[in-house]
C-alpha cells in the first residue's frame, strides 16, 4: 500500500495492541501498556479510541495546505463520517522555522480495520490524498515505516 493510506498502518499497529488488552472490561477507561490509544466505554458500551499523530509540513506548500482544508470535499467529509471517524481536528505549528501538523481523531466504530480499508479504497479519498501527501514531510519514524504520520503517546486525558 501507498504511503498515503492516512497513517493507516500506524492506527492498525495500534489496534493490535488494543486487542491484547480487552480483558479489561470492567475499567471504564483503559490504557494498554503497549499502545498510545486510549479506550474509553461510551453509553452504548462502544470503546471510543483516541488518536495523536503528528508530520512535517513544507514551508512553501502552507498556503495551498490551509486552502485545501478551508474547504475540504464533501465526499471526503462524508467518507470519514462513514469510518466511524469523529472529533478530527489538524492543528499546524512552526518550531524554529519548520512546520508540523498534529491531528487528532477519535474512532467510534466496531471495526478499525475495516473502516480503514474501506477509507482507503474510497476514490474521493485517494484523489485527496494525492493533493495533500505532496504538502508533507514525514518524520523519520514514519518516513521508515513508508508512512506519513507518525503516532504519539498520550500521557494525559481529561473528560
Given amino acids: 500500500m501507498k504511503k498515503y493510506l492516512f497513517p493507516i498502518f500506524a492506527i492498525?499497529?495500534?489496534?493490535?495492541?488494543?486487542n491484547n488488552s480487552s480483558n479489561q472490561q470492567n475499567n471504564p477507561e483503559k490504557k494498554d501498556s503497549v499502545s498510545t490509544a486510549v479506550i474509553k466505554q461510551d453509553s452504548n458500551?462502544?470503546?471510543?479510541?483516541?488518536?495523536?499523530?503528528?508530520?512535517?509540513l513544507k514551508?512553501?506548500?502552507?498556503?495551498y495546505y490551509k486552502t485545501l482544508h478551508a474547504a475540504?470535499?464533501?465526499?471526503?467529509?462524508?467518507?470519514?463520517?462513514?469510518?466511524n471517524i469523529q472529533n478530527y481536528s489538524i492543528f499546524l505549528k512552526e518550531i524554529e522555522g519548520k512546520y508540523f501538523l498534529f491531528s487528532y481523531f477519535e474512532y467510534a466504530g466496531k471495526d478499525f480495520k475495516?473502516?480503514?480499508?474501506?477509507?482507503?479504497?474510497?476514490t474521493a479519498t485517494q484523489r485527496w490524498w494525492k493533493e495533500?501527501?505532496?504538502?508533507?514531510?514525514?518524520?523519520?519514524?514514519?518516513?521508515?515505516?513508508?508512512e506519513t504520520w507518525a503516532k504519539m503517546e498520550e500521557v494525559f486525558h481529561t473528560n
Avoid at 12 to 18: A, K, Q, T
Avoid at 46 to 56: E, L, Y
Avoid at 59 to 63: D, S, T, V
Fill in 59 to 63: 514551508k512553501e506548500k502552507l498556503e
Fill in 114 to 122: 475495516a473502516d480503514m480499508q474501506k477509507m482507503a479504497t474510497d
Fill in 72 to 83: 475540504v470535499w464533501p465526499a471526503v467529509l462524508k467518507q470519514i463520517k462513514e469510518s
Fill in 45 to 56: 458500551t462502544n470503546p471510543v479510541q483516541r488518536f495523536g499523530m503528528i508530520t512535517g
Fill in 132 to 146: 495533500t501527501d505532496p504538502t508533507q514531510i514525514p518524520l523519520p519514524e514514519a518516513a521508515g515505516k513508508k
Fill in 12 to 18: 492498525l499497529l495500534l489496534v493490535s495492541c488494543m
